[in-house]
């Protein structure tokens, strides 16, 4: 039986994951979407559409997802008023009105499996669990100097460059994390630097992993590219040619020496961990290391507070939140 599961691509922004959510995208079963912005905060305001098992409150929680400017839900190109009749009627929990507005996304291209890609998701592993428990992630890792070069170029990246290489420090130990604790069906890595340099060998495992056939169709993602990025994002350019090893190691040249310190004496461990050389640059001054830390430790408390209201809110729950979709969700299901 084909699996039909839904597929989370994660990593550190600027990865390469648009690259990668394109190649899933050309293969013939599976879609993937631009970027939403709905699940998770869905998740976090479930309280506020009160218990799914009332009609009054999917058309609610469905008029949210499709009316609110924060959501995106126009990047996918739906129509609303069929979608929010389609969650009003479907089963009555949160994943499975999120998961309808990504099956009719995938059924608008006739294809039977769905994916969602948002790089900050490796943070959420645990609540898209909860809400989709037979997902599988696949988890793209690139050199921590490259996303820390390509952030501070984005104009949407407001930060500084402490952050950036933060960020990068999370994903790989929440990566960490992700593949201690999880099945070995549930959570996949691969590496940017792989992947662009033998696209074939490494999509042939990957779609192993998500119980596929390899398309070689999938080598070749631009042919999607302007169907599935939306215009406006001028910085997924690269995405609209052919796939290149061109921009592994840029980073020699797009970051300051300093920069470069900095990044390989705080990142180095986790570096070499994933088979990235270091270039032997000086270790970076006490200054720009404390730096980092207080960003760390100012994003671990934050992260914890807003897991301790989450943990409180589980308590509340009207309902089920686990959407009801997949086979091995409705299999579950039948069972209890």
């Known amino acids: 039986m084909q699996s039909d599961r839904p597929i989370f691509v994660i990593g550190c922004p600027r990865s390469g994951t648009t690259m990668l959510q394109l190649m899933l995208h050309s ?10 912005r709905f699940v998770v905060p869905g998740y976090y305001r479930r309280l506020a559409f009160g218990n799914l098992r009332e009609q009054v409150n999917r058309r609610r929680l469905a008029r949210w997802i ?21 969650i009003v009627m479907g089963p009555p929990t949160l994943g499975s009105a999120l998961g309808i507005a990504f099956r009719s996304y995938a ?18 592993v645990d609540l898209l669990l909860r809400l989709f428990p037979d997902a599988q992630f696949v988890h793209l890792i690139r050199d921590g100097r490259d996303c820390v070069a390509s952030l501070k170029e984005m104009p949407w990246y407001t930060k500084d460059v402490f952050h950036a290489v933060t960020n990068w420090a999370e994903a790989i130990d929440y990566g960490r994390r992700h593949a201690r604790n ?6 996949y890595e691969l590496r940017y630097e792989d992947l662009t340099a033998y696209p074939e060998t490494e999509l042939s495992k990957l779609c192993d992993f998500l119980g596929e056939e390899y ?10 590219g302007r169907l599935a990025i939306p215009q406006h994002k001028v910085w997924h350019s690269n ?9 592994a190691g840029s980073w020699r040249n797009r970051l300051e020496p300093w920069e470069i310190s900095l990044c ?15 270039s032997g640059a000086p270790v970076a001054g006490r200054s720009h290391v404390d ?26 729950e009207p309902g089920p939140v686990a959407a009801q979709l997949t086979t091995r969700q409705l299999g579950e299901l039948a069972k209890v």
């Open 27 to 36: 293969h013939p079963r599976i879609a993937v979407p631009p970027e939403t």
């Open 291 to 316: 730096a980092c830390a207080s960003v760390a430790a100012k994003r671990r408390w934050a992260r914890r507070r807003k897991g301790f209201r989450d943990r409180i809110n589980r308590l509340r």
């Open 215 to 224: 398309d070689p169709a999938m080598s070749e993602p631009y042919h999607v």
């Open 107 to 124: 059924e608008q291209y006739g294809k039977s499996r769905w994916g969602d890609k948002r790089p900050s998701y490796f943070h959420h």
């Open 66 to 86: 499709v009316g609110d400017k924060d959501t995106k839900f126009k990047e996918l190109r739906l129509d609303g008023d069929k979608l929010v009749e389609d």
């Open 264 to 278: 390989e004496t705080v990142l180095g461990e986790r570096l070499t961990a994933n088979g990235y050389e270091l």
């Open 182 to 187: 999880l099945p070995a069906d549930t959570y």
């Open 239 to 247: 995405t609209h040619g052919d796939v290149t090893t061109a921009r």
